[in-house]
């Protein structure tokens, strides 16, 4: 019960706004903060009434929270019947997601204070965004999560769209295009993996995911069945399967070379949208890509996983050397990101504990920061409309709190010991490391070639460091923008403090993650690694 | 010789208990005329209201038929009653009836001197044909049935003929449909002869079997490309937008919508003679039909993406739509039949809708440009919402009604492929799938300007009778039950239970 109302209360809040008179437009951010607010107390609570002996992962009894109820049920004839069920429940690799989503949303509510124009859009949209990223980390009916997963196209589609900067148009209808040309081709594998899977108790075909996992329940010669080994055009079923959820997945995420949208989205999108993307909507990538890439086609992963590890490793140094060449800021935290959700795929590839703790740890981290970095240059952009890095030097002397937070954050995002990054970064590599003599799948040198994405992460953030907040006061737009560039306001605080210290407190107590989320880990190296 | 007339009496007089929905439209036609001869200037509201209520017990009769079991042939074989013709009666009815409502709001019509009672008649008229095209097994019945449609629709589509270009929509359609019912009448007079038989039945079929390949082959096609050319898959789709274009809202609406749903009827109806349980194909029509239908979604899809005016897009999109039914058409079970009525229905429901609105916007700004939407998104805030969940259904996105609708075609298909293994098969679905994509591009179009772009000047907003708003609220409704449907879909489905044959 307690997921549905984490999950459809936002929904309701929407209905609310849209039904409340434009005249209170005013009111609708303390509804909206309010809501979410309330979001991050139930996931407070489900974080700290979550048994963390309980695997979940294949095992429906695993799962905690969980609600199963029939929802839809189609008679077909002579295909039988297509049931799908409301099926959602928690386990390790979904419940620290929860929590972040409502940090995350709860601080781009925060953020949304810098949105004047029509307000009663722009928080209905806002709202029905929460909703679908919820479910989506909850669902566990295929079918049902793969609604969660297209629905939070359209409000973000809007959200770019009308609220964005100047090319919000082209940048909004990229990232739509973008995701659902993966999307509508997994929904092509979600019916053949349909009716491939048999539900052992009813015996009716079944969306759901945690029997898709089980190789027992898919029909004798059916498509993706693994001891019929079909193919289709020539490729085994299974693995053209895999590869396509992959790339919807991986769209997502973003990888190198489908990263495309990613930093037009950013750039244009208004910050808080940009920290919904960053914090939120890239950790829906690597989710699917562990839950349902990995978790229903294991074989097929371990097939792919030097190519997916070597993706990994190209899009760490692609990303990092793409920021070091920007002269925008969102654009160079843009390009951050895509180094830095690199490490999530290298970790994952590796198929070791230690490389998956590594992506789940660095999914969560990474959602905090990128969070904090978007925040950060939004509160710049905000006081003088303006981003590009070379108009700015000295900031440290006429912003000294701002400048401490942005320190905070660029030396967490590059890996500084004491901070989440370092963690989850030096566990995907030790994942990634040892690899080869645990199970054989990635070689060394990506370990390697990881690690050097973390040094030039320390060169462009440094670098960033150097030229915006040292030296003399020097600003493109000369005393105006002095007088405009006031310090953070308490708000603005507000946000960034809980960011801050949780950041810091992964840093030194990564165990406030690890022993959530480790039973599932476990369960779920084992179960791609078929042991 | 007086036992056998007695007995056809009697079977006709049995036949004429299972045609009460028909016998209820031409009563209706006729009384339609005299009403709307007799009533003088209320002759729209009463000729509306008699035809709506025409409608509804024409609907009440058709209803009662769903308790037959199993196909029933009647009149010699000249008419078959399956369950399947029986819901696709009944969404035309109900095109019909939003097609009534939909007069009622365009002003076009409304101020058009010859008075609407004519243009109800005629519609009338044109569902009867429309029953008796989903209901035919026999090649003379099919072709009369088609004939009347098309008549009827020439009639509806110049019945507004106010400037040139409907002019020239109206006889662009007709000498496109003379054609092609000439076509189709070659094919059938050739099949005629090689059989000696004009029902489609299994000695239809054997006699067909022992014709040389080729003749039977080119006489099927040429009787399938008549049935193409209501259908409209390319190639038989060029006389769509301009028609689509010329022809006043309502009109189009209704064409492109029972239009297509009549011509899947007929269509099931001839290939059901040629399906594999008579063990014998003379065309190969898997692979023909695939073959159309991926040309089909490919080029209305894209085509659709050049459109301004967005009757012309719909226009096109409609042909894309074609081609995605023409899907559930080839896997040809039990389960596509449901999946196509599910389409068909829902496709009813959006596309009226989506023309409805796109009405309503015009009689509101006065462009049909989509371009030229700019701004009106925040004017017309209830209309463009409703038009972006229509919009969205159209597009097959989750949560509407539109979504389940592919993922029934798209089992369908794959249920066959399952059984048949054809690499043809899967090329279709995955165009099916990539024309989604390309379907987003320009239906989000409208989106687009509404929303995004930002407006020149202040956008101009006409005030407008009552009605208009009336047909605002009844799309709003429209949309609403695309969404409700999408979440529960057992809500229609659960009523449809069938099977193809």
């Known amino acids: 019960m307690i997921l549905s109302v984490l999950t459809f209360l936002p929904l309701l809040s929407a209905l609310l706004i849209v039904l409340l008179p434009t005249a209170w437009q005013q009111r609708y951010k303390y509804i909206t903060l309010l809501t979410t607010l309330v979001q991050v107390i139930i996931s407070i609570y489900i974080y700290l009434n979550f048994a963390d002996n309980q695997a979940g992962v294949t095992r429906e009894q695993g799962f905690q929270f969980v609600e199963h109820r029939s929802w839809i049920g189609l008679d077909l004839g002579s295909l039988g019947r297509l049931q799908i069920d409301y099926f959602m429940g928690l386990d390790g690799l979904s419940m620290p997601f929860m929590l972040l989503t409502s940090v995350i949303m709860f601080v781009a509510a925060l953020s949304s204070w810098e949105i004047t124009r029509n307000l009663k859009g722009y928080f209905a949209l806002f709202l029905l965004l929460d909703t679908a990223v919820i479910g989506v980390f909850g669902a566990l009916d295929f079918f049902l999560f793969y609604i969660f997963y297209e629905l939070m196209l359209l409000p973000l589609y809007f959200l770019i769209g009308m609220w964005g900067g100047v090319r919000r148009e082209y940048a909004a209808i990229k990232f739509f295009l973008y995701t659902l040309f993966g999307s509508v081709f997994m929904l092509l594998v979600m019916i053949g993996l349909y009716f491939s899977v048999n539900d052992p108790v009813t015996g009716n075909h079944t969306f759901n995911i945690l029997q898709m996992m089980n190789p027992n329940n898919y029909t004798d010669g059916a498509l993706f069945s693994q001891i019929a080994n079909q193919q289709l055009f020539g490729i085994p079923a299974r693995l053209l399967a895999f590869i396509i959820l992959f790339i919807a997945f991986a769209i997502k995420v973003p990888i190198v070379p489908l990263h495309t949208w990613l930093p037009d989205a950013h750039v244009e999108a208004p910050t808080p949208v940009s920290i919904i993307l960053a914090g939120i909507l890239l950790k829906v990538g690597g989710y699917g890509i562990m839950r349902i890439c990995f978790g229903i086609f294991p074989d097929a992963a371990i097939h792919s996983a030097w190519w997916l590890g070597l993706i990994g490793v190209v899009s760490i140094l692609y990303g990092a050397l793409n920021a070091l060449a920007q002269t925008d800021l969102k654009r160079l935290i843009a390009y951050s990101s895509v180094s830095h959700m690199g490490f999530v795929l290298l970790g994952v590839a590796s198929v070791t504990a230690e490389g998956a703790s590594g992506a789940m740890m660095q999914m969560v981290s990474h959602g905090f920061l990128s969070a904090m970095l978007f925040f950060l240059v939004g509160v710049l952009y905000n006081r003088v409309h303006n981003r590009e890095i070379a108009n700015f030097r000295g900031l440290a002397l006429i912003m000294p709190q701002y400048t401490v937070f942005i320190m905070i954050a660029f030396f967490a995002s590059l890996g500084l010991p004491g901070f989440s990054a370092f963690i989850a970064e030096v566990f995907s590599l030790i994942g990634a490391f040892n690899s080869q003599s645990i199970n054989g799948l990635l070689p060394r040198w990506m370990a390697v070639g990881g690690s050097v994405g973390i040094l030039l992460g320390a060169a462009y953030f440094l670098w960033t460091l150097q030229r915006m907040f040292f030296g003399q006061t020097r600003l493109w737009g000369g005393e105006e923008w002095r007088t405009q560039l006031t310090d953070v306001s308490v708000r603005e605080k507000l946000a960034l403090v809980p960011m801050a210290a949780l950041a810091l407190v992964l840093g030194v107590f990564p165990s406030l993650v690890f022993d959530k989320i480790n039973t599932s880990v476990l369960e779920f190296v084992n179960h791609v690694l078929n042991k | ?501």
Request: contains cysteine; aromatic residues 12%; charged residues 10%.
């Open chain 2, 1 to 501: 010789m007086q036992q056998s007339i007695s007995q056809s009496i009697n079977e006709i007089l049995y036949g004429l208990g299972y045609l009460l929905p028909e016998l209820a439209l031409t009563a209706l036609f006729i009384i339609v005329i005299i009403t709307g001869l007799f009533t003088g200037k209320r002759a729209d509201k009463v000729t509306g209201i008699v035809s709506f209520t025409g409608l509804l017990i024409a609907g009440y009769f058709t209803a009662g038929q769903l308790t037959t079991e199993s196909t029933v042939s009647l009149f010699g074989g000249m008419i078959a009653l399956s369950r399947l013709a029986v819901y696709l009666k009944l969404i035309l009815l109900l095109c019909g009836m939003l097609f009534l409502l939909f007069t009622q709001i365009n002003a076009e019509l409304q101020q058009h001197k010859k008075g609407l009672s004519d243009l109800y008649a005629i519609v009338i008229a044109t569902l009867l044909g429309m029953n008796f095209m989903a209901m035919t097994a026999n090649l003379l019945m099919l072709y009369l049935s088609v004939e009347m449609v098309s008549v009827g629709s020439y009639l509806m589509v110049g019945y507004v003929s106010s400037n040139t270009r409907q002019s020239e929509a109206a006889i662009k359609y007709a000498l496109f449909g003379a054609v092609c019912s000439a076509v189709m009448l070659y094919g059938i007079s050739l099949l005629y002869s090689f059989t000696g038989t004009l029902v489609l039945d299994n000695e239809f079929i054997a006699n067909l079997r022992v014709t040389p390949q080729l003749g039977a082959s080119l006489a099927v096609l040429l009787v399938l490309a008549g049935i193409g050319f209501k259908l409209s898959f390319v190639p038989l789709h060029f006389w769509t937008p301009d028609i689509y274009e010329g022809a006043s809202t309502p009109v189009t609406a209704f064409l492109s919508t029972a239009g297509k749903v009549a011509a899947f009827g007929v269509v099931i109806r001839f290939l059901l003679a040629f399906s594999p349980r008579h063990g014998f194909l003379i065309v190969d029509f898997q692979q023909l039909l695939s073959i159309i239908a991926i040309i089909t979604m490919i080029i209305g899809n894209f085509a659709a993406i050049w459109q301004d005016n967005i009757k012309r897009m719909l226009a096109y999109s409609s042909i894309g739509h074609t081609g995605f039914i023409m899907m559930a058409l080839i896997a040809f079970s039990d389960a596509s039949a449901k999946a196509m009525i599910f389409y068909l229905f829902v496709y009813t429901l959006m596309n009226m809708a989506a023309f409805m609105l796109a009405d309503y916007i015009e009689q509101k700004t006065g462009t049909l440009k989509i371009s030229e939407y700019k701004g009106f998104g925040k004017k017309l805030p209830l209309a463009f919402c409703a038009l972006v969940i229509v919009l969205l259904s159209l597009i097959g996105f989750p949560a509407t009604a539109g979504f389940i609708a592919k993922v029934l075609v798209f089992s369908s298909a794959l249920e066959l492929y399952n059984f048949s293994g054809s690499v043809l098969l899967l090329i279709l679905m995955a165009m099916g799938a990539l024309t989604t994509v390309v379907s987003l591009f320009y239906y989000f179009k409208i989106p687009l300007f509404a929303y995004l772009k930002k407006p020149d000047a202040e956008p101009v907003i006409f005030s407008l009778p009552k009605n208009a708003a009336f047909g605002l609220y009844i799309s709003a409704g429209l949309a609403l039950l695309l969404v409700v449907f999408g979440l529960f879909p057992q809500l229609v489905n659960g009523w449809v239970e069938l099977t193809i044959r």
